[in-house]
């Protein structure tokens, strides 16, 4: 008899579990669902940046065992990058730390800063590794609602006194998975101050700054004034340069906290393949029109879909960032889900899928073309709800 730790056994049960079933069977039916349930780019990597992978890949020396804080040539390309679109100068010795991805960095920070029994604060609805890292590392998450009345912002106000004074790290995400919501600088100050008082480290996931609309320009964290002292922020290439499998992203921000991430990191993976960190230096140096020619399909397809949503009666606002529309519906998320999926063949993903406060919306990915969301657009439409 094989018995799972603890941890493992108290990780939320998997909530899309119900939804992959029925979308098993609708597809055995021979349905040809369109799927706007998966925050993946369906664009290929641009081509300068796999070409720079090609080139790198035959050279010997970038075959070897990587430091586990990166290359300084990666690390000096994302800080030239962060001046460049947020403004924000960093020392790229101890300021950046490369990441196999930003969700291993979510992963492995609370093994750094929550010692059992410490609280996390995330947000709820969220991107589910904020929770579940803290349960890994034998925290205790308290959730900080998302509501449409605060713009999708936690109440910093409402967080107890006692449960702020236990908190040792505060996880946030704007532009926001999966509400599209926005932070402001004015916001970001806020935090900081709540992060002083109360001493807590911000980690803001800074997944979706580059994909944004309607000339909205998405802050850094680390523009809010002593941003730096408190906290830091993670980066990914992933939704920006449609690099979600290659596994890159960084961190930047506070030295020491950047170094307690690394002290773990050190004795758990042994950093990002070199190829694939050359790759991201053609990223983030290279032309950036191709971040600019993506945002433009997603804003033709988020028009697309806006167009079915409203058919449809549902309130939905246009959002400035992301490649989401959170959707409020009538009645349980999971239940439009399913009717969405079995009377129209579509998949979206319900809310309650990352968290309590999700009920009552859907989730509407942006990763199909613009002829497929009109076709999605179009069942809609004979949908009698
Ligand atoms: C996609 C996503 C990530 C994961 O990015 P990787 O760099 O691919 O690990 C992190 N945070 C949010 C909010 C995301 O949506």
Not at 187 to 209: G, K, L, Q, R
Request: aromatic content about 10%.
């Amino acid at each position: 008899m094989i018995k799972y730790a603890e941890r493992i056994n108290s990780l939320p049960p998997y909530l899309f579990a119900a939804i992959d079933k029925a979308k098993a069977e609708i597809i055995k039916k021979g349905v040809d669902v369109i799927n706007l349930g998966i925050g993946d780019p369906d664009m290929p990597t641009p081509p300068h940046i796999v070409d720079a992978m090609k080139k790198s890949i035959d050279n010997p020396a970038r075959h070897k065992y990587p430091s586990y804080e990166g290359m300084l040539s990666f690390r000096t390309a994302a800080a030239d990058w962060y001046r460049r679109t947020m403004n924000v100068t960093l020392n790229s010795e101890d300021e950046v730390l490369t990441l196999i991805g930003s969700k291993e960095g979510i992963a492995h920070i609370p093994l750094a800063f929550l010692n059992p029994g410490d609280v996390s604060l995330v947000p709820d609805p969220g991107y589910p590794v904020y929770n579940i890292g803290s349960i890994l590392a034998s925290a205790k998450p308290f959730k900080m609602p998302l509501l449409a009345g605060n713009e999708f912002l936690p109440d910093l106000d409402a967080i107890p006194k006692d449960v702020a004074k236990k908190a040792k790290l505060m996880f946030l995400n704007y532009p926001n998975n999966p509400t599209s919501a926005t932070a402001s600088i004015k916001f970001f100050e806020e935090v900081v101050d709540f992060a002083n008082e109360f001493e807590i480290i911000v980690v803001h996931d800074d997944a979706y700054s580059e994909m944004t609309y309607d000339g909205y320009k998405a802050p850094s964290f680390l523009n809010a004034s002593g941003a730096k002292d408190v906290g830091i922020e993670m980066h990914s290439l992933s939704k920006t340069y449609n690099m979600t499998g290659w596994r890159l992203g960084f961190a930047v921000g506070n030295s020491e906290i950047l170094a307690g991430l690394g002290k773990v990191k050190t004795n758990v993976d042994s950093g990002a393949f070199e190829v694939i960190q050359e790759a991201g230096v053609a990223a983030l140096t290279g032309p950036q029109d191709c971040v600019r020619d993506m945002n433009n399909i997603y804003k033709e397809r988020r028009d697309a879909l806006l167009t079915g949503l409203k058919e449809l009666g549902l309130d939905v606002k246009p959002p400035r960032a992301t490649f989401y529309v959170w959707a409020h519906v009538n009645g349980k998320a999971a239940d439009f889900s399913k009717m969405l999926l079995e009377k129209a063949g579509i998949v979206a993903t319900p809310g309650i899928g990352f968290g309590e406060y999700g009920e009552g919306y859907v989730r509407f990915a942006l990763t199909q073309s613009v002829d497929r969301i009109n076709e999605a657009v179009n069942r809609m439409r004979k949908l009698d709800i």
